[in-house]
């Protein structure tokens, strides 16, 4: 399975921007999607997390303000982020981890198998 992240860019605090992941190749099993994101010269970190039958898990940061969901058919995931605030400036990446359970998700980045490229959000103040 490859991963493919996109929608980022700069938008002024305030705003909202959509992320996708787009999975690709052998998609044929269950697998949960995390996204994580990594701001300069700090540590990647948890930001939401869906399970194959939707179940999600947020970061306390984020939590009220980003939504993540899925589309199964279309093997893709989002990260609909509202209320953007500049400490939100990081690198988004999107990863999977297979799971013989459709409850499964992980906010442990170890857990995952597969990682998309990243794609950069800026929150301009």
């Known amino acids: 399975v490859q991963l493919q992240a996109s929608g980022g860019g700069l938008v002024q605090a305030g705003g909202s921007m959509r992320l996708s992941c787009a999975a690709s190749?052998?998609?044929?099993?269950?697998?949960?999607v995390g996204w994580f994101r990594q701001a300069p010269g700090k540590e990647r970190e948890f930001v939401a997390t869906?399970?194959?039958?939707?179940?999600?898990l947020y970061s306390d940061p984020v939590e009220g303000r980003f939504t993540i969901s899925r589309d199964n058919a279309q093997n893709t995931v989002y990260l609909q982020m509202n209320s953007l605030k500049p400490e939100d400036t990081a690198v988004y990446y999107c990863?999977?981890?297979?799971?013989?359970?459709?409850?499964?998700?992980?906010?442990?980045?170890?857990?995952?198998?597969?990682w998309g490229q990243g794609t950069l959000v800026t929150v301009s103040s």
């Open positions: 990863a999977s981890l297979s799971s013989g359970s459709s409850r499964y998700y992980s906010t442990n980045p170890l857990a995952y198998t597969t």
């Open positions: 869906i399970s194959w039958n939707s179940n999600t």
């Open positions: 190749g052998r998609t044929s099993s269950k697998y949960a």
